[in-house]
């Protein structure tokens, strides 16, 4: 089999995937909204797009392989534990669009300030912006806890792993919090802190598991000290 030509299959299904979830979240904030003209829904809509299409221009002549590793079904050496915590995220997830939607049919949130709703979005750009340095930084960002040895997994300290240790997470957080606060639904916040105290366990199990099988990672954690956020943890 052409390696070339397995990777380059791997970033057209990575697309594919992708492009179908900005597709499954505009229709299913329209049906659970009620409203195919919900300007905060579009906007989110149009912020995940973005950060697709934008992902895909900068990673895929720079980092395919990277690409077509996140767009496996399977990988080896997957833990057990981060199965369950990315399944409890993927109904967290679901959960947060699906409430925000119907919110914004019952009218469950009093109104918010658009100051408030732009700031969400704010914090939704900034988020995917960080995860999207912290992919071009880190080649073997997966999307699974795992060490890639297939790969070559070796230690990420440029960029924002200069400051911390996990980035990808801290940018995950932005828009966990942001996408609620854009779509005027304070249910869909607090479910979106829900995903946000998930994310903080997977952080320390994550980091917990590469000082045990990455080598030189226990030498760079001496170096950046805080997980994700300088200071403070």
Known sequence: ??????????VIRYALREYFGVLFIAVLLGVTSGRGDWVAGLALVGLYFTWVTATLLVLAPRSPGLLAERAQRRHQNTKGWDKAILALFGVETLARYVVAGLDQRFGWSPELPVAVQAA????????????????????????????????????????????????????????ELGSGLLLGSWPAVAIGACGVALLTVRTALEDRTLHRELAGYAEYAGRVRYRLLPGVW
């Open 1 to 10: 089999m052409n390696d070339d030509a397995s990777v380059r299959r791997g």
């Open 120 to 175: 969400g979005a704010v914090a939704c750009a900034a988020g995917f912006a960080l995860v999207l340095w912290s992919m071009v930084a880190n080649a073997w960002f997966s999307h699974v806890v795992r060490l890639q040895e297939e790969r070559s997994q070796q230690v990420a300290s440029g960029g924002p792993y200069a400051w911390v240790r996990h980035p990808g997470y801290l940018g995950t957080f932005g828009f």
